[in-house]
């Protein structure tokens, strides 16, 4: 019963360092999702996938790519890391429509960007 | 465009106390509206959920009911626990078939014994 699965769970980088977070799920969930949680700020949507091949923008996606070449799969890339992106990050599936709304989350990541 | 807006945290209470939560809404038609759950060192979990006006949610000792006259889905329960110590967040998804939760910033609760 893994559920959403996020690797690595810490990692910490220098500025305009790269790296890939790895979200899986084993559910066949459609939808996944990129979320940064941040003290204060809640949950912002940073990309999401509503299926095999296909992403969109959330509402803060400048500095990070995504791709989901595989339904269970969901890669979330930073290519030059900034302090900014100092965050927890959070995988999350779901059935699609109408079911949308019961999101699985992963246990985080924790970034640190020196 | 949609938001949630909760009450400031952190919340202290002690245990068997009465609890409320906050969380009001701006969103055009009719949303569907959820509270989740997060306990340390984990991701969120769904807590309860309200799909319609008047709906109520409940889980584990926790309601709330969905005010489509006040914009509100406040969360309560009658007596926590020490167990119940967490983030809660508030969320909502739009109407229409929106395909993604935009969530409240959480509010920390702490209860003591």
């Known amino acids: 019963n893994a559920g959403v699965t996020q690797t690595p769970k810490f990692r910490v980088l220098k500025t305009g360092q790269s790296m890939t977070l790895l979200c899986a799920q084993d559910m066949n969930h459609e939808y996944m999702y990129w979320y940064r949680q941040d003290p204060g700020m809640g949950l912002r949507l940073i990309h999401y996938?509503?299926?095999?091949?296909?992403?969109a923008k959330g509402e803060v996606p400048d500095g990070y790519n995504v791709s989901r070449l595989k339904k269970q799969n969901f890669l979330l890339g930073l290519e030059s890391a900034a302090p900014s992106q100092t965050s927890v990050y959070f995988c999350a599936s779901s059935y699609g429509l109408p079911w949308a709304n019961v999101l699985t989350f992963g246990a985080g990541s924790r970034l640190t960007v020196l | 465009g949609d938001s949630v807006t909760q009450m400031e945290g952190p919340v202290t209470l002690s245990e068997e106390a009465f609890l409320t939560i906050n969380c009001t809404y701006t969103a055009t038609g009719y949303p569907s509206l959820f509270w989740y759950v997060q306990y340390p060192g984990e991701g969120l979990q769904l807590l309860l959920k309200?799909?319609?006006?008047?709906d109520k949610g409940s889980n584990k000792g926790f309601e709330a009911t969905y005010r489509k006259e006040t914009t509100s889905f406040h969360l309560e329960k009658g007596s926590v626990q020490v167990s119940d110590s967490a983030v809660y967040f508030c969320a909502l998804r739009g109407a229409q078939g929106a395909q993604k939760l935009v969530f409240g910033q959480g509010t920390r609760l702490t209860i003591n014994p």
């Open positions: 309200a799909t319609k006006a008047d």
């Open positions: 996938s509503v299926g095999e091949g296909t992403t």
